[in-house]
């Protein structure tokens, strides 16, 4: 099951359609419904959830690089400890000058070996929890974004006559890869883009054949075209004073960012 359709079972019952239905040579837009609503109303309720949404989903992502973060210290802490254990050789009776400082050098040794044993087994019981908490927030995220997709699913059938029947198609794992789909779920259109790819089906799985960089991308220009237009907002105050950056700044390729990373990226503003 892709993660497009888990998304879409809390809120669509899609009727499983052939993809004769649509069109695989070129992009389509058809199928909307006339009269789209004033983009410049005032925040609907849903708008208002979506938003609350979205903040939990960041700090829950927030939260998940800092268990992930904290459990990968731990465990270098423990391959540090359990090398040291490993390393450091019991004493030899030849080494000392009697019987009594070997004795006692020896239960030093023992000492060390069982209090080295009990850290490592502290620490490496932490990070797993650290690890542990680490899913529990990735399925936390999962599950908001999917009640978010159903939430516009329900919203954008007054815009799209046959937005259960596309959909199915874009559900499709040979249409829309799960990498892609996860991708579009973590879009601000998740639905408009879903849409989009299930009306053009080809389009979908040229993109889902592209390594994730150029999928991003792909993803990123359709999203420009789907999302409305911001309002420019006109002011009469001077432009700010440009801060002097320091050279030899960049940011992280998104080519070698983790899932988590591409969607905070993303959601920060990032673009191609």
Same mark, same amino acid.
Do not use: C
């Given at each position: ?14 009727e499983v359609v052939s993809e004769e239905t649509t ?88 000492q060390r070996q069982a209090d080295a044993q009990s ?12 690890? %542990?908490? $680490? ?7 999962? =599950?908001? /974004? &999917? ?6 699913? #329900? !919203?954008?059938?007054? %815009?799209? $006559? ?7 198609? =874009?559900? /499709? &794992? ?6 892609? #789909? !996860? ?61 002097v950056k320091p050279g030899g700044t960049a940011t ?21």
């Amino acid at each position: 099951m892709s993660e497009l359709e888990q998304a879409a079972l809390e809120g669509a019952a899609p009727e499983v359609v052939s993809e004769e239905t649509t069109s695989e040579a070129t992009e389509n837009t058809e199928g909307q419904v006339e009269g789209q609503p004033d983009q410049t109303e005032e925040k609907s309720k849903a708008q208002q959830r979506r938003e609350r949404r979205e903040a939990a989903i960041r700090h829950s992502e927030q939260e998940k690089e800092a268990a992930i973060t904290r459990a990968a210290e731990l465990e270098k802490r423990l391959d540090r400890i359990k090398a040291a254990r490993e390393g450091e050789a019991p004493p030899k009776e030849d080494d000392f000058p009697d019987v009594i400082e070997f004795a006692a050098a020896r239960a030093l040794w023992k000492q060390r070996q069982a209090d080295a044993q009990s850290d490592a087994a502290e620490i490496s019981s932490e990070a797993g929890e650290h690890r %542990q908490k $680490a899913q529990d927030l990735e399925a936390q995220v999962r =599950a908001e /974004r &999917a009640a978010e997709f159903a939430d516009q699913i #329900a !919203e954008k059938r007054t %815009q799209y $006559a046959d937005l259960d029947q596309v959909l199915a198609v =874009a559900q /499709r &794992a040979d249409v829309v890869s799960n990498h892609v #789909a !996860e991708m579009v779920l973590a879009s601000d259109v998740a639905v408009d883009l879903a849409y989009h790819l299930g009306k053009n089906p080809a389009v979908a799985r040229q993109i889902s054949q592209l390594p994730p960089l150029q999928a991003a991308r792909e993803l990123g220009r359709i999203e420009a075209r789907l999302s409305p237009p911001q309002p420019k907002l006109e002011t009469n105050a001077p432009p700010p004073i440009a801060a002097v950056k320091p050279g030899g700044t960049a940011t992280k390729d998104p080519a070698k960012m983790s899932a988590s990373e591409w969607r905070a990226w993303r959601e920060s503003g990032g673009r191609f």
